[in-house]
């Protein structure tokens, strides 16, 4: 599990800015399980197995495109359905196994105590995001919390937007979000916030660097980023 170390300048410049976060493979560090459960979904179609590189290296949004990439064709509607339940299927029964990255909890505490805003953005479902979130205890942290309302495969560029706007008082270039997806800094561009990617999740750090916006190792890289960036 990846280090999310110390905070260092957090309280400077959180007051008036917000972040928004996302949960898979960032907040919650799942990864493992992803890859479990995309492998499960892959040998169902009788494809080779994605060691954790190849598939850091291949990964995209929207999903089909990623399937794509290692298919040679994007998948028929009946294939990507039957893919996508065994994918979930299989994801509920790993994650569970799976926590917060580590140091994540105290990063959420200092920046509210700082006197910043947070909000979750996940494209993982919503009935099911929400009692994860509470389990951790961390629900407090949140002005809002956001998971995916219909159906999977999509950009979050359009969540996102529908997010700051039931955010009031939130100010787009006074937000950063912060995740592990090119996809997470395609959306804080479409809304006019900033961004910044974590390399612990779905992308390598190479592919992330293609987004043009600051990659980090750590959360606390994330967060003193984050503060940079508005400050």
Not at 22 to 49: Q, R, Y
Not at 117 to 145: A, C, K, N, W
Not at 187 to 201: E, F, M, N, P, R
Request: aromatic share 6%; charged share 20%.
């Amino acid at each position: 599990m990846p280090d999310a170390g110390t905070a260092g300048a957090a309280g400077t410049t959180a007051s008036g800015a917000h972040l928004v976060w996302d949960w898979n493979g960032t907040l919650f560090h799942d990864i493992d399980a992803v890859l479990s459960a995309t492998n499960a979904a892959f040998a169902e179609l009788g494809m080779e197995s994605l060691t954790l590189e190849r598939y850091r290296r291949l990964y995209c949004v929207p999903i089909p495109l990623f399937y794509e990439r290692l298919m040679g064709r994007l998948p028929t509607q009946a294939e990507w359905d039957h893919m996508d339940a065994v994918f979930h299927r299989h994801y509920r029964e790993h994650h569970i196994r799976c926590g917060l990255a580590a140091g994540a909890a105290a990063l959420l505490e200092r920046w509210q105590e700082a006197g910043g805003t947070q909000s979750i953005l996940s494209m993982y479902q919503h009935e099911d995001l929400l009692p994860l979130v509470r389990g951790f205890g961390i629900e407090g942290r949140f002005v809002r919390v956001d998971g995916r309302r219909g159906p999977s495969g999509g950009s979050k560029a359009e969540h996102m937007e529908r997010h700051l706007r039931a955010l009031r008082g939130v100010a787009p270039r006074r937000t950063v979000v912060i995740g592990d997806a090119v996809d997470d800094a395609v959306a804080a561009a479409h809304v006019g916030a900033h961004a910044v990617l974590y390399s612990g999740g779905s992308h390598s750090r190479p592919s992330l660097a293609e987004a043009g916006v600051p990659v980090v190792d750590t959360l606390a890289e994330a967060v003193a980023e984050a503060e940079r960036l508005v400050g």
